[in-house]
DNA sequence: CCAAAAAATACAAACGTTTTCATTTCGGCG
DNA sequence: CGCCGAAATGAAAACGTTTGTATTTTTTGG
């Protein structure tokens, strides 16, 4: 009682190269292409002697399920998109991929990551709305959206979040980090050390329009004045010698502070730099605190906000994976704690 | 003579709230699917005041193609495999993703991060190759993968590009750094400068088990054998403490060497740190020169050898593009000099 | 002005799944 | 042993495109 050769490939012998459908393994199997179908989609729909014959022979023939006919014909995309503006290989907005890769490959979605770099992307990109049917929800990381522009991405029918974002009316969800906490706490901890001089270094606001910068200055200036004290402002202008520059601002200062609070760990580092180039030891002379925690703050002994930018984006693709799958709606606004990490660059002001 | 109201929908006035289909752009715009089709996809073959009314009545309709339809019809999958290992936030392999989403996007692609943590991940993957049919190409970047696994994997019938990885048989192409000739320029640079006692930090070979490594101390202490010159190796271990244990190496050195290449920025930066605190100054006591030119490298006056990873990943994913639409097979092995960037870290040796 | 060629458009058949509904098989029990 | 309900499986339609072929329209040139 020999079985008959497979319907489609005249030769049984001729391993198939070209890869394998659905079809093929069915006819393999000997069983319907539903019930293989159904072998991957919906395991407890098939006996399991069938199930285990049908993925045996689907690793014999290399299959795996096509992602666009799977998609198709459900609906669904299994396609997120992320909309993030400017450069993707800085620290934060790099964490936040992972973080959010992390969790949407775990379920089976791709994570499609927009640039937006310039204006006219950015018009190209509301004007056609390419993600319209082709992804099932929106991230929106940093990236701040006018009223147009949301009303307008709010027209295509899936969830929308915002990373780091302000929340918007039209958002489904919102992660965040508390910035305006972590800017208390930077500030709290240089006054118990002590210090009434502080200057706060900010980065050009013409640049980084996000509004988390501006956050950031003013819950730090206003826990100082809470507390009788008046930081200066210097800002550090962008361009290729913005330390040099800045550092030149700090040494004409009427008053040297004993303790400098930076905007992001990326000015305070190099600060820190020049500022022992420049004869003042850090933390004795003048105490420097960043704010991010980012690749080089641990070993360069920076005292700094810690912010956890993976673990914000792993929740927020929780979150939307929430949505999409139509579970529980999640908390709408979830604000994660900053935390203040004390290493060397801070210390007790010296008596003078 | 009224114009009969579009058929699939009952009422005229009713917005299609639910997105439109080719099919709805085709009764409104009063043509056949295929017409609508292929003034998206073949503009030359339509006139070209159809091809304006379609796409006005598109746009009216909020019209996107399906990328998934598409995709099944066409038998691409409009998406491109990356598989990385470790943790994606850090400084190299967000500059690759960006490079190679840039132009995987403009040229209509998703990329499709795969990060391979885990051992069972890794062999998961391999075992069940997911991206079988569902990638029109894979990129490997900077992961080793071994001859079973590039065996298997080369059984998809898809182009495999390898970044910043070594060369294996079964690579369609391959794009790299010129480690070698970057290492050269790093030591040269130090001997040119007078320095005779070197020391060379690496990282522990158990924890980056990347071959690129190995090319870069090995290159750095053949140009100096060559010159006569031996230097001393010290390997940062890993850890929470790896700088302050780096630190303790060297001071217990028998000698201390008057310039220190190090691996990667990431070493060298807060090294300069620690030599600094401990009463060497930089460079006048002790050159130091890393390599990468990383996020802090400019700022913080490093001296480096630079890679340009995004534009590295940019050309990898033309070819990777070239190598899918099958144009001109591009060369296959590219490699991307490094440059020496001289900044403030180095400085000719002091007469002692 | 007409025929023939070229350009533009339409028709219809896939692509490989998922899923509804119908059918078969199985196990339990009277 | 036979019946019934439940479990397992199968048949077939549909998802929204692309594209080969057929048809219609336009252009061209004698």
């Known amino acids: 009682m020999a079985t008959p050769p497979q319907r489609r490939h005249p030769a049984t012998t001729k391993e198939p190269t070209t890869t394998a459908t659905i079809q093929d393994v069915a006819n393999r199997a000997k069983v319907s292409i539903s019930t293989v179908s159904r072998s991957f989609t919906r395991p407890d729909l098939v006996s399991p002697k069938t199930r285990a014959k049908v993925l045996a022979v689907a690793d014999e023939l290399n299959f795996s399920i096509s992602r666009s006919a799977a998609a198709l014909k459900t609906g669904q995309s299994l396609r997120i998109a992320l909309l993030v503006s400017n450069h993707i290989s800085n620290w934060f907005a790099a964490s936040v991929i992972e973080g959010l890769n992390a969790e949407f490959s775990a379920a089976g979605y791709d994570l499609s990551i927009i640039q937006i770099d310039s204006r006219q992307q950015r018009r190209e990109f509301f004007d056609t709305l390419p993600v ?6 929106v991230v929106i990381a940093s990236f701040d959206i006018d009223e147009e522009e949301i009303k307008r991405l709010s027209s295509i029918d899936v969830p ?33 050390l002590g210090h009434r ?14 509004f988390s910068v501006q956050e950031r200055i003013e819950s730090f200036l206003g826990y100082c004045r809470g507390q009788g004290i008046e930081p200066t402002v210097v800002t ?34 190099p600060l820190i730099f020049q500022l022992e180039r420049n004869g003042f030891s850090v933390p004795s002379d003048i105490s420097v605190i960043g704010y991010d925690d980012s690749t080089y703050a641990h070993d360069v002994g920076l005292t700094t906000i810690r912010q956890l930018p993976i673990d914000m984006a792993r929740s927020a693709a929780r979150k939307t994976l929430d949505l999409i799958e139509g579970h529980t709606p999640p908390k709408r606004n979830e604000v994660f704690p900053a935390h203040l990490v004390v290493r060397s660059s801070t210390s007790r002001v010296e008596d003078r």
């Open 160 to 192: 929308i979040i915002g990373v780091n974002s302000v929340l918007q009316s039209s958002f489904s969800a919102t992660v965040n980090i508390d910035d305006h906490q972590g800017s208390i706490l930077a500030a709290r901890h240089l006054i118990q």
């Open 132 to 137: 319209r049917r082709n992804a099932d929800a």
């Open 197 to 210: 001089h502080i200057l706060y270094v900010r980065t050009n606001p013409a640049q980084s329009l996000h």
């Open 236 to 269: 550090a202008e962008e361009g290729t010698y913005r330390i040099d520059n800045l550092i030149t601002q700090i040494l004409s200062l009427p008053e040297m502070p004993t303790a400098i609070a930076c905007q992001e760990d990326g000015l305070a580092i």
